[in-house]
């Protein structure tokens, strides 16, 4: 495993978590929903972050402990 896959692992478990809260907020429990929001909104900024500066803490994290991922000497197509 490698740290940029990590790292997309991360967001969509943390999507997932959050999406989870929002559901059970709908369903009427106010405390989840708020849960929910916040988990949302930090994942936003989080989002917002890397793309404005070009650094995300997980993937700086997730470098340190897995190394990199070598895209190109695996034979995948460069995208």
Known sequence: MCAERMQRILTA???GIAL????????GNA???KIGV?????IIVMM??????NFCPSL??????FGPCK??????DER
Do not use: P, R, S
Not at 20 to 27: I, K, N, R, T, Y
Not at 60 to 65: H, Q
Not at 71 to 76: F, N, P, R
């Open 60 to 65: 700086w994290a997730f470098t340190k402990v």
């Open 20 to 27: 989870f809260f929002l559901a059970q907020g709908a369903a």
């Open 31 to 33: 405390l989840y929903f």
């Open 38 to 42: 916040v988990l949302q909104a930090f």
């Open 71 to 76: 895209w190109h000497e695996d034979g995948a």
């Open 13 to 15: 478990i943390m999507l």
């Open 48 to 53: 917002l972050i890397w793309a404005f500066t």
